[in-house]
């Protein structure tokens, strides 16, 4: 497949601190990069804590078992590196997706369905923003996850998994999807952190709590099976076939 062009545009300093997490040093298996540092080879080549694949899917109806579910979803692309994530990130944004789809951004091996063995026993924080806003939560969301900058509110054995943007007629759904569903006062340390410090630059409206065992569809036979893509090097952009038939959905957001 064609690789992804440069970034279409340069990305203020400030982005730099959600690459600097108030985490110990001993965390980190590699050193972190600053995303808006020059693209040199160096830079190319430093890695994240964790390899990262953005998926696609659109609901069209109801009717669907997990299983069908999974055979409509589509991995875009992955990355493993600061300059793999700004390479990419412009390839396909929530802004250009068509009503009732969705983008997804999962740390790798991680299906952004309830069922994942890394999900079952977690949920997702939902929120909701306009439109004309979604671009730029979605990039600052983005950045914070890779970044690891969750790590100080997480109890240890939790994670962020991903993060979903799923279109709608009037707003864009978002989830935060963790590894772990706690009780109510250790999950809210998650959502405050988003709500104050990651995006305190956006208004945050009405938000809940949904542990992914809790939908009266959680579907506990799930066998997750390989996702469909094209064989591609880390960091290139793999566009779904025009000829791709992605199968209904109704395993939605409540």
């Known amino acids: 497949s ?58 069209q109806g109801p009717g669907q078992s997990a299983d069908q579910y999974q055979q409509g979803q589509m991995v875009l692309y992955d990355f493993d590196t600061v300059f793999g994530f700004w390479q990419c990130f ?35 924080w939902v929120l909701r923003f306009p439109k004309d806003k979604i671009e730029a939560v979605w990039r600052d969301l983005c950045l914070a996850v890779i970044g690891e900058n969750f790590y100080s509110v997480l109890r240890p054995g939790d994670a962020i998994n991903g993060i979903t943007a799923s279109i709608r007629r009037t707003d864009v759904v978002v989830q935060i999807w963790n590894k ?47 996702a469909a893509k094209s064989t591609s090097s880390t960091g290139s952009y793999r566009p779904p076939s025009k000829e791709s038939n992605f199968s209904a959905f109704n395993r939605r957001i409540s």
């Open 180 to 226: 772990l569903a706690e009780e109510e006062p250790e999950q809210k340390r998650i959502i405050s952190h988003v709500v104050a410090v990651i995006l305190k630059e956006y208004t945050v409206g009405d938000f809940f709590y949904k542990p992914c065992q809790g939908h009266d569809s959680f579907d506990s036979n799930f066998t997750p099976k390989e």
């Open 90 to 124: 412009d390839a396909k944004l929530p802004s250009s997706l068509e009503v009732k789809a969705s983008l997804h951004l999962m740390k790798e091996g991680i299906r952004p369905v309830w069922e994942d063995p890394e999900n079952e026993h977690g949920g997702f």
């Open 2 to 59: 064609a690789p992804c062009p440069a970034p279409a545009h340069s990305y203020p300093s400030r982005y730099s601190a959600f690459f600097v997490p108030a985490v110990p040093s001993t965390h980190y298996t590699h050193r972190m990069a600053d995303p808006t540092a020059p693209e040199t080879q160096e830079n190319q080549d430093l890695p994240l804590q964790h390899k990262w694949s953005f998926w696609y899917d659109r609901y």
